[in-house]
């Protein structure tokens, strides 16, 4: 799960955060526990102190624990709302006249994602995007609901029929970037994978111009057909 | 003379009903307190199996001993027997048994509820388990709309799990006002609400909640079955809003989420506080907590949506419930623990039980922190890393929280202790299994990205040992738990004796015999402090040894 967008590394280091933040309240719990039970256990015939505790040293320890939970609160917000913003392109990306991401639509359906491209190309299962270019997918569904996974890139979000959800990453380095669909949507929830492809702004240019020519030969070739009066 | 007498005529005896008659019908709330114990202890065993299936399968790569629709199944059906036939009647069942006796109740204030509440579950369960003659539900633990709409899920598995469900839940809510009358009408004198034990409290605390949850997901469920039998358009796209299923039913998950931790911690200070001979570190503190994390943690119910298309602020917003959570839980284990401190520790079964308790929750709950920050969240949803953090918290609060109450109150119910030397066995059993089981799925899912409810992952994606060791565990932890299973039913006949008052508790289900009459209490004292048991001992103790006084005995009377 290496990080490979701006909003990833944030994501990464918030992750630490967390872990540290777990870390250290289970070690403070359990050592405590069972130092206490080590220390305390079966002295025969010992009579026990009847001491309770006064309110002060609750609201002490309540207060510590307010701190703490408002610390990782602020934390939380100030990395989520980094991760989330729409990166601006890099030097080595897609030339935009506009400051707006590449936005390519991203539909979910039983058991398969489908992405269209701005020019009107198409392509499943995987999507082929330009590195160092900030992307923007809208989530849509067909049918139930999907969740769209790529660790690497973003994470997750759900594709739900009737809304539309966003992606945003930047992707760093060429290569190719999978992720396992993530809420059960039907028998072959668990096959249900995409691919991010991230190449150089050419090979991207290159291929979405492929792509929707090889699209409109397929379907010239079946208007063609038809007129013909063939059943392709 | 011959004088009329009264003549006193009796036909013989009324006929005797045999046993299982009298228990089926009865209104008593220990009778059913029972029933609703041994069966969720039945169906942990039934979630179990589901569960070894499932990770026998995940136990390879790319296995193919389940198909794809029977591991469905298998998780739509543990999910459902853990959440509303195993976690939820244990907690009530303990309360329903043991709150009106701690309150010194000669009965509940409803019983007929009762009655009905357990007719309910038990109709639920039947439901539930006659689908596996046709066709479970497919749909997962929650299954989420629009999959569960006819559309997608042709067959009646999901109109079978709703209505199971939903029996079960209003026979929950049943229960729930059945305890709140009973808690609020029929205490003893002197019982007022600053001196109820706080496992009476914690009943009080999840009838509330129960009362509030139960409801909305009854309301969901119903809208479903309409959606499905009569073409409505509540959760189906085109007209429905498939998000208002989960706002709905993840109010209500989240909700029995925190009962079944109330519940464990309830039972644990209860066990805390016998067995270290010392009162509770700071009962109100404790007290207060309980509510707090009713109402933060219901409220928290958006955690579960993420990732879902709702506005940055509601992700906020759920975020900061699930904080704020960190105090309320914190206060308590900070109590807990603090109340063994200067005590004399009895390690018996009950608290070695509830000491693993308070370890697995506080490791399940601080990493449940980590999914509260909303960017991490992005991240770890619906992982491994989700399903580990949520069976530590449960599995220590249901299994090892509910087991630690068993072996406590088990006295009380039979007469007789659970073996002693068995419990030990399956305790350390059940803590190599519970981390071998878990631990594993944390690294998976946090490291890899494991999915959850996949019925197979694939070899390429660095998770094979996890799972492998993952499935061991599973199987360790089961065996572990099975064997106080088998403890429970063997001691019930041949346990050693164990008194009316075995752990010198301090709240007054220990002043009455083992198991109690039916009217639960021949005389009742005046409650005049919150240790009403500690009192009475103490006046006994005080009147024997006055009695002793050789001096004044033993003078002869002249």
Do not use: C
Request: no cysteine.
């Amino acid at each position: 799960m290496a990080p490979h967008s701006p909003g990833t590394d944030q994501i990464d280091t918030l992750l630490w955060i967390g872990f540290f933040a777990a870390a250290i309240l289970i070690v403070v719990v359990n050592v405590a526990l069972l130092a206490i039970v080590r220390k305390h256990r079966g002295e025969r015939g010992a009579e026990p102190r009847q001491v309770s505790s006064g309110r002060g040293l609750q609201f002490r320890v309540g207060g510590g624990l307010v701190l703490f939970a408002a610390v990782l609160l602020v934390v939380g917000v100030i990395f989520t709302d980094k991760a989330r913003e729409a990166p601006a392109n890099g030097p080595q990306g897609l030339e935009s006249k506009t400051a707006a991401p590449l936005t390519i639509e991203a539909t979910g359906q039983q058991w398969l994602w489908r992405y269209d491209y701005p020019n009107g190309a198409f392509s499943y299962y995987k999507v082929v995007v330009p590195v160092d270019t900030a992307v923007e997918l809208e989530l849509h569904s067909t049918d139930v609901i999907h969740t769209w996974n790529v660790p690497s890139l973003f994470g997750k979000r759900d594709a739900v029929p009737g809304k539309t959800n966003r992606v945003v990453f930047r992707a760093d380095e060429e290569g190719v970037y999978e992720g396992n669909a993530a809420t059960l949507s039907g028998q072959a929830y668990a096959s249900m994978r995409t691919a991010v492809e991230v190449v150089s702004p050419e090979a991207y240019e290159a291929f979405v111009k492929q792509q929707k020519g090889e699209i409109e030969e397929a379907q010239n070739r079946v208007v063609e057909l038809i007129e013909n009066g063939e059943t392709p | 003379m011959s004088s009329q007498r009264p003549e006193l005529v009796i036909d013989g005896f009324p006929k005797q009903r045999p046993g299982w008659a009298k228990l089926a019908t009865s209104a008593d709330h220990k009778d059913i307190g029972r029933i609703l114990i041994t069966s969720s202890l039945g169906f942990l065993f039934i979630a179990l199996v589901e569960l070894l299936l499932m990770r026998l399968q995940l136990a390879i790569p790319e296995n193919t001993f389940l198909s794809p629709v029977t591991f469905s199944r298998m998780l739509s059906s543990y999910g459902a027997t853990a959440v509303f036939l195993t976690a939820i009647p244990l907690a009530l069942g303990f309360f329903y048994y043991v709150a009106p006796l701690q309150i010194g109740a000669r009965g509940t204030a409803l019983p007929r509820h009762g009655q009905i509440g357990l007719g309910l579950y038990v109709a639920g369960a039947t439901v539930l388990y006659a689908t596996f003659l046709f066709t479970p539900s497919e749909g997962g633990v929650n299954p989420l709309a629009p999959l569960s709409e006819l559309a997608f899920l042709a067959n009646n598995g999901i109109d079978a799990w709703a209505t199971a469900t939903g029996l079960a839940t209003l026979g929950f809510v049943l229960i729930a006002i059945d305890l709140l009358t009973t808690l609020r009408k029929t205490r003893a004198p002197g019982m007022a609400w600053r001196r109820l034990p706080v496992f009476a409290w914690a009943a009080t605390v999840s009838s509330w909640l129960m009362l509030f949850i139960g409801p909305v997901l009854l309301a969901a469920l119903t809208m479903l079955l309409i959606d499905r039998n009569y073409d409505g358009i509540f959760f189906a796209d085109g007209g429905g809003a498939p998000l208002l299923w989960q706002h709905l039913s993840w109010i209500f998950f989240s909700g029995s989420y925190m009962l079944i931790l109330i519940f464990a911690f309830g039972a644990i200070a209860e066990i805390f506080s016998a067995f270290s001979g010392k009162p509770l570190f700071n009962r109100g503190a404790v007290m207060g907590s309980l509510v707090a994390i009713a109402v933060l943690g219901t409220l928290a119910w958006m955690q579960n949506m993420l990732t879902a298309p709702i506005g940055v602020g509601w992700m906020y917003f759920a975020m900061t419930m699930s904080l704020a959570l960190l105090v309320p839980f914190g206060l308590v284990l900070f109590n807990l623990i603090a109340t063994l401190s200067g005590g004399v520790l009895r390690m018996r079964a009950p608290l070695l039980f509830a000491v693993g308790a308070v370890s697995f929750v506080s490791i399940g709950l601080a990493s449940e922190l980590m999914h509260s920050l909303v960017g991490a969240a992005w991240e770890l949803k619906n992982t491994t890393d989700a399903t580990a953090a949520t069976h530590f918290a449960l599995v220590g609060g249901a299994v090892f929280g509910g087991f630690a109450a068993l072996h406590y109150w088990f006295p009380k119910m039979t007469g007789r202790t659970m073996g002693e030397s068995l419990a030990r066995i399956s305790f350390w059993t059940m803590v190599a299994g519970i981390l071998l089981a878990f631990v594993p799925l944390f690294l998976a899912g946090s490291e890899q990205g494991q999915v959850i409810d996949a019925y197979k992952f694939f070899g390429s994606s660095g998770v094979d040992a996890y799972n492998l060791i993952a499935s061991i565990g599973t199987l360790v932890l089961a065996a572990g738990i099975v064997m106080t299973i088998v403890n429970a039913i063997a001691s019930r006949e041949n346990g050693p004796e164990a008194g009316h008052d075995p752990w010198g508790g301090d709240s007054l289900e220990w002043f009455t015999l083992s198991p109690p009459e039916p009217h639960n209490f021949d005389v009742l004292p005046d409650v005049r402090s919150d240790r009403p048991m500690r009192d009475i001992r103490a006046a006994i103790a005080h009147r024997t040894s006055r009695d002793e006084q050789p001096d004044r005995e033993q003078q002869p009377v002249a």
